[in-house]
C-alpha cells in the first residue's frame, strides 16, 4: 500500500507527541511513501519558526529521502478543488488529499479536519 506521510505524522514524530509511536510506524517503516510538495512547505514552516531555518532544511531533506515527493500539477490541483467544494477541507488539506488518491494511496495523519474521509487513515483515532 502507497502511503503519504501528511505533515501532521512528521511533526508528530520529530516532537515526540502523544501519537509519535504511531507516526513511526509510517515514518520508519517501509511502505511506498510520498508526500506531497504541500506538506514539504508546511513542515519547513512549522520546523522554521520553532527551530530555525537550518533544521527545517535538515527536515524536509529527511522527508525527501524517505518519500517520493509529488508535486501540485494540473489533475491534483482541479481534484482538490473538487475535494474542497464536497469537503469543506482547506486548500492545502484538499491537495494533500488529492495527491494521496492520484497515487493510489492513503493519508497518514492525525489532523481533525481529515477525520472520517475516504482514503485517509486517522493516528489519533486508534489511541
Known amino acids: 500500500m502507497t ?3 501528511d505533515s501532521w505524522a512528521w511533526i508528530e514524530y520529530w516532537k515526540g507527541g502523544k501519537f509519535a ?10 511502505e511506498e511513501s510520498v508526500v506531497s510538495t504541500i506538506n514539504l512547505a508546511e513542515v519547513y514552516l512549522w ?14 531533506a529527511t522527508m525527501e529521502k524517505r518519500c517520493h515527493v509529488v508535486p501540485v500539477e494540473r489533475d491534483i490541483a482541479i481534484e482538490a478543488a473538487k475535494i474542497k467544494g464536497k469537503e469543506k477541507l482547506g486548500l492545502a488539506d484538499s491537495l494533500i488529499l488529492a495527491t494521496a488518491r ?3 494511496g492513503r493519508v497518514v495523519t492525525g489532523d481533525s479536519d481529515m477525520k472520517g474521509l475516504r482514503g485517509v487513515d486517522f493516528l489519533a483515532g486508534r489511541a
Open 21 to 30: 509511536q504511531e507516526a513511526a510506524f509510517y515514518v520508519d517503516g517501509d
Open 102 to 104: 492520484q497515487v493510489g
Open 3 to 5: 502511503v503519504l506521510i
Open 47 to 60: 520546523v522554521a519558526r520553532s527551530y530555525g531555518e537550518a533544521m527545517a532544511g535538515e527536515k524536509v
